[in-house]
Every structure is written in C-alpha cells, then in structure tokens.
C-alpha cells in the first residue's frame, strides 16, 4: 500500500480513487522529477486557462517559467494556481468496455504562484531548470544575456497541498466476467530517448556532448 500522510489538504486530498491516493513526500517528488511537462491552471479575466510548460523541483519548491510579456504570467502574482503532472505508464485492456483502464503516475499541486523578482535569483533558477533536464550542460552555454532574463519570468511555489495518485497492474473485471473469452491485459508505455540529431548549422568540429542521451524521462 502507499504511504500516506496524515494530513493532507481538503482540497488536495482525492475525493475519488482515494485507494490510489499517495502524500507522501517521497512519492510526489519522484514524479515531479520524472516528468518536466506539466499544465498550470489559471483564472484568467474569471475564466479558466490551462497552459503546458516545463516544472522543475528544486526542494520543496517547484519552478516553471513564461514569457514576461503574458498576461497570465504578469496576472499570476500571489494567485491561486493548479499544477497537473502526468505520466501514462500503460493501456488497461478488460474484458468489458466499463473496466478499461490507464496504468498512470500523476501529481497535482495547489497553492499560490510567487514572481521571483531578483534577477540573480531567477537566473540561477533556470540554471536549475537546464541542469535538471541536461546535467553538465549550463557551463556549455554562453552566457544568458539581461535581454533574455528580462524577458522570462520564473515563478515558484511551495510542494505543501499536494497528491499523488498511481494505478498499476491488471484489469479488475466484473468476477462473471473472467469466465469470458476475451483477451484482457496491459499494453505497456513508455517514453524513450533516441539517438541526437545534428542541427544542420553545426560548425564542421562540433559532436554531440556524450551524456547528450543521458537524462531519463517517465
């Protein structure tokens, strides 16, 4: 069974499917880390927008970043925002249509989107962002310009009303059902990385760094 803490939030804690609910720290990082995609919500002008970016965690605070020029970003300050992580990790065949299924890893996090105004600071959170994705590679780079960090805003928010919640293994079919016969299981997922691909206007001497295919996702 998963870990669960004692007391997660009302509205972080899972109303539905609560047996495949986690809080536990351990669980919720592990998927933040395995997955830089996510979906931000926002209330934008009293309507909802949800917008992909990339979620990096560093603590017990999780970053992303936008464009200076967004009205959700520059809207965003102190506002209540809903972060969603997901990693499909199969496809649940049953024997009846009502029965099929997704074996997933999925996080979601509540709370309140702060700017973070000092430049130095915003800086070194992109570094983070880089060598979370590409380790080794920040130093590679030359350096970010004050054009470019001026133009990109980081926001940060702590990991305090946040749940986990997993499903793994087989279909669970009616048990009149297993007498049936029809093919029932999981097709497997998986997100791979493939070999690197040379942009056509690399100078003649440049090879790809070798831990280019290192980082794993899912």
Same mark, same amino acid.
């Given at each position: 069974?998963?870990? &669960? ?5 009302? #509205?972080a #804690?899972?109303?539905?499917?609560h047996? #495949? ?9 592990? !998927?933040?880390? =395995? ?7 926002? !209330? ?18 999780v970053?992303?970043?936008?464009s200076?020029?967004s009205? *959700? %970003?520059?809207?965003? @300050? /102190? ?14 065949? /049953?024997r009846s $249509? ?10 979601m *996090?509540?709370?309140? $989107?702060?700017? %973070?105004?000092?430049?130095e %600071?915003?800086? &070194? ?6 060598e979370s *994705? ?10 970010? @310009?004050?054009?470019?960090?001026? $133009? ?11 749940? /986990?919640?997993?499903? @793994? ?7 009149e059902?297993? =007498?049936?016969?029809?093919? /029932? ?9 493939g $070999?690197? %691909?040379?942009? @056509? ?18």
């Open positions: 069974m998963p870990r &669960k803490s004692d007391s997660p939030s009302e #509205r #804690r899972l109303k539905r499917g047996e #495949r609910g986690d809080y536990s720290k351990q669980t919720i990082h592990s !998927i933040l880390d =395995a997955m830089p995609l996510c979906h931000v919500s926002y !209330i934008l002008d009293g309507a909802p927008v949800v917008t992909p970016t990339f979620q990096w965690r560093e603590g017990d605070h970053y992303w970043h936008g200076s020029a009205r *959700l %970003i520059r809207k965003s @300050t /102190a506002a209540d925002v809903c972060m969603a992580v997901t990693i499909l990790d199969g496809m649940v065949m /049953a $249509a009502m029965h099929h299924s997704v074996n997933y890893r999925s996080v *996090l509540f709370g309140k $989107a702060d700017i %973070i105004d000092d430049p %600071i915003a800086a &070194k959170r992109l570094e983070g962002m880089i *994705l590409y380790p080794g590679r920040w130093d590679m780079l030359r350096p970010m @310009t004050d054009k470019e960090l001026k $133009a990109t805003t980081v926001l940060s928010m702590p990991i305090n009303e946040a749940s /986990a919640k997993v499903r @793994t293994g087989q279909p669970i079919d009616d048990e059902d297993y =007498a049936l016969p029809i093919w /029932a299981g999981v097709v497997p997922v998986q997100m791979s990385v $070999a690197p %691909i040379d942009d @056509t206007r690399n100078l003649p001497d440049v090879v790809a760094p070798p831990n280019a295919t290192d980082f794993k996702i899912g």
